[in-house]
Structure formats: C-alpha cells, structure tokens
C-alpha cells in the first residue's frame, strides 16, 4: 500500500514526540520500522519531503547520519 | 606573528617529510599578510587558532572538537561536516570549523584553472587549508563557518560546475582510477562507470538512508591503483575471462636482456641477469606459469588474475580481450571485528553502456542491507554476521567455487528444502533395501 504523505508525516510526527525525552536524533531504520509493509526507499521519500519543507533536519557526526525534529534537543552554542 | 607557542607541534617539523604544521603556519603568514587584499569571510587568524587548538590538544591529550551537528546545505544529508571547537574564546578562529567534501572528476583530472578557482573559493570563504584529497578521494575543504556553507554550495555548484561529495550513512563519493585514459591495463571504463553511477545514485549520495557509510570504487584492473578491494564496501575490478596474450617473440626479448623486465622500473641498482623462471615462473601465485624450451605457456584456467607475469614482461604479455569486472562486497577499516577485504560475489560481469547487470546486483544487495543491516553496520559485518550465501540468495547470483574463499573453515551446509532432490519427503523402504537396520 502506497504511502500517503500527510498520514505517514503525523505517524513520524507521533513517534518523535513520544520519544523526545529521552533521545531527539532518530536512525533512518527507526522509521521504516514504523512502516513495516513499505518498502525502505519509500520511507525516504516521505523523510525527503519531511526535509523539504523542514519539518525534520539531519544530522550527521561526520560518519553516521540521523534524523531529528527541527529545533528539537540540545545543540552547540555555535550550532544554529 | 603567530599568536600561540607550538613546541609540541613545532617538533613535528624537525622530521625527514613534508610536514602538515609547516602547511599550515605557510597559510597562517599568507592570511595575516594578505597581499590580495582579500576581504576574508571566517576570521583570518582561523589557521593560527588550529595551530592553537591542535597544540592545547597534545598537551593535555585530549581532543577539543565537539562532536557533529545539524549543519549541511538545504536538503543535502551529507557532505558537510559540521565541526565546533569547545574553546570558542581561546580559538575564536575556529569555533566553527566544518568541512566541505566536493565530489572529485573522474581519475582526479584536473584544469589548473578549477583548481585556482576551488582555492579562490576556499581563502575567501573558508581556513584556505584543503586536503587533497580525503581517504575516500573527494576534495576536502576544511574549515568554514555556518554561514558560509550555502554560498560556497551555490558557487561550487554553478561557478564550478561541482556537486558535494558523500559523508555520514550515505553513499561515499565513488573514486575510480585513471582507467582507459591513460592505462593499457584498464579492463573496462572505470571513469565513465564511476561517473555513470555518480550520477545514477546521485539520491543515494545526498540524502542518507543506509544503515552506514557505503563506497564505490572502481579499479581498471587488479593491480588496484586505488585498492578497491580493501577499502571499498564494494569494489568493482576488472579483469578478463579468456588467455593472456602472449607474444613469445617478445618474451625471448626480455630473457635475452634485450628489453628491461618491469618497464624499467628496478634500474636503479644491478639486479643482475633477468631470469625468467626466478623472477616470473616462480612467482606465479597459481604456479600457472611454465616456461621450457624457450617458450612461455600459461594454464589460463588456473590463472587468477594477479597480473604479476604482466608486469613483468609488459611488452610480452597483455591482458585478455573478453573483458569485464569482477565486483567485491564488503571490504572495511577496522573499527569493529577487524579490516576486512572484500568478499568475491560475482567473478565476473561484462560492462554494458547502460550497466544494466551491475545496476541489478548493487539495488539488491541495498534493499537486503537497508533492510537487515543493524545501525551503523557496515555491509561487510552484516554479511558476517548473516553468512555470505545470504547475499547470493538475495541478490539471484549462484553460488559458484570461485565464492569459497579458503576450504574447510566452515564444513556446515544447511541446505533448504527447495533446494534437495524430493524435499524432506523419501520413501523409507526404498532407503532400506539398500541400508539395513
């Protein structure tokens, strides 16, 4: 079953704020296990457009990538 | 003047090499003398302050850079490297100092134009320190501020004609050889599939999805100029799968001392008589080789590809006409369970205009990988962790003996029920009346 955006964006939405105590950057593998019948590379695309209009931001430590809601968690004084 | 005493560093120098910290205080004179006039857009001490920063670091042993950020270029997840220093007020110059990672040209030809241009761009907007290039092979930019990275994005993109390279849990920038350009060895395009699938997966570069890091490489051949199967997570190598050509006339050349073995290349001392059986026969990894009565002859179903003999006698013996590329998967660097080479998955694979074959088995093997690999999992440890025959079956490709990679390390086969004659299901009388009791 197709992905529909507004629908998968309010379950990732969910999913982060019920998480946001104890962590703000989420694995990629995090969320398609919020959609175990898709398929990964349709995840992305949800995640994509979630970046487009930023809603989500990524972060990356250099070597490992995750995502995060934007303005969401602790960041460097520096980091704005 | 340089603003902080570096002893530590200053030792550095005092070594038989080039050193990194004369690199950098050359650009610390150059910025504060600023003979362009430059009107320098992150502070112009942002050398002299890594200089600093780096110095505080080997005296008390510890780093001073902070770990990661949000930082990068609207909808890119990779290619900046956002790096802050936890002593902004003692190294103001380098409070922020992130890094750009610019996508490399095929074979690293360069115009000396572009290069000027891309250090144009980086003592304007950036430290004016580069790394050329990074382990992965992209051209690394190091050191900017945040306000910087979309200008230096929008220059590097329409002035420069250049997209970012790979980091974080994304495709890496794919590195290839010089190829057919410039190199008779060359068994397929390596530039032109580099580029190709630069292109291709150009979403696969820029916007993260994978449980790690992935790289492409691409070697013309075996001798691996830029080692494919040790540092890439899957390597694509070429080879040949019909007879080495071998002009005896020529190798009669050689072992008359009429031409020089290895191109030349050992002339700088007398290694005496070139002797053929010494210094090729007996080098053959497969003892593949024989040579008697004057005449070389090579077992080609035996050979495995290593090009020693080729290299050696270069005039005399040139790789096959049916060729291809072997691809590896799994190669990595040590940070967990050891460095790993990678693993033969398909001996070999001939190299269409549209890649349609390689295309197959790459989108296969990433849809398993993105599917089991754990988080930061590099494909080579979940290959280990779930077996190799795992990546057969899921990307369609037979096992073959050319998989094994030593036999006898680990004798347990678990056959499927598909896969045996009649299932699990046998006639028990028939099985007796040839086995008794």
Known sequence: MALVFEEAKAKIIEFITSKAKMKSKFYFNDFTALFPEEKGRDVKKILTQMINEETLVFWSSGSTSMYGLAGAGKHADGED | ?437
């Open chain 2, 1 to 437: 003047m340089a603003k902080h005493k570096t002893p530590l560093l200053d030792q550095l120098e005092s070594g038989p090499w080039p050193s990194f910290v004369s690199d950098i205080k050359q650009e610390v004179a150059h910025r504060y003398a600023n003979p362009k006039g430059i009107d320098f857009q992150i502070p112009a001490e942002c050398p002299d302050d890594l200089l600093g920063i780096l110095e505080l670091s080997y005296v008390e042993g510890e780093t001073h850079w902070k770990h990661g950020g949000i930082v990068g270029v609207f909808g890119y997840g990779g290619g900046v490297i956002g790096r802050y220093c936890d002593q902004p007020e003692k190294f103001p110059g380098v409070a922020h100092f992130h890094t750009v990672r610019l996508n490399q040209p095929s074979g690293m030809f360069y115009k000396t134009d572009f290069l000027r241009q891309i250090c144009d761009l980086w003592e304007l907007r950036g430290s004016g320190l580069t790394n050329m290039h990074g382990a992965t092979g992209d051209i690394v930019l190091l050191g900017t501020s945040t306000p910087q990275l979309e200008e230096i994005f929008w220059e590097a993109t329409h002035n420069l004609n250049n997209d970012l390279g790979g980091s974080g849990s994304n495709l890496r920038t794919p590195s290839c050889c010089l190829g057919e350009s410039r190199c008779e060895y060359a068994c397929y395009d390596s530039q032109e599939m580099c580029f190709q699938l630069t292109n291709e997966y150009q979403d696969e570069l820029h916007r993260p999805a994978f449980p790690y890091k992935f790289k492409f490489k691409f070697d013309g051949c075996s001798l691996g100029c830029v080692a494919a199967i040790a540092r890439s997570d899957m390597s694509f190598i070429g080879t040949w799968r019909d007879e080495i050509r071998v002009d005896q006339k020529v190798v009669a050349a050689y072992v008359g001392g009429e031409i020089a073995p290895n191109a030349g290349a050992y002339s700088g001392r007398d290694w005496g008589k070139f002797d053929i059986q010494k210094e090729v026969v007996a080098l053959c990894p497969s003892q593949c080789i024989r040579f008697e009565g004057g005449k070389l002859e090579i077992n080609n179903k035996e050979c495995v590809r290593c090009m020693h003999c080729i290299c050696v006698m270069p005039r005399a013996l040139k790789i096959g006409n049916d060729r291809g590329c072997s691809i590896l998967v799994g190669a990595k660097a040590p940070i967990l369970d050891g460095p790993q080479m990678g693993s033969l998955a398909i001996p070999f694979i001939k190299v269409d205009d549209d890649y349609a074959g390689v295309k197959e088995f790459i989108e296969a093997t990433w849809d398993w990988w993105m599917e089991e690999g754990k988080n930061r999992e590099r494909i080579g440890e979940t290959l280990k962790r779930l077996g190799f025959a795992k990546l057969l079956e899921v990307t369609g490709t037979k096992a073959d003996p050319r998989h094994v990679k030593e036999p006898r390390h680990n004798p347990y086969i678990f056959w499927k029920e598909e896969e045996v004659e009649g299932g699990w299901q046998r006639e028990i009388s028939d099985y007796r009346s040839r086995h008794q009791k």
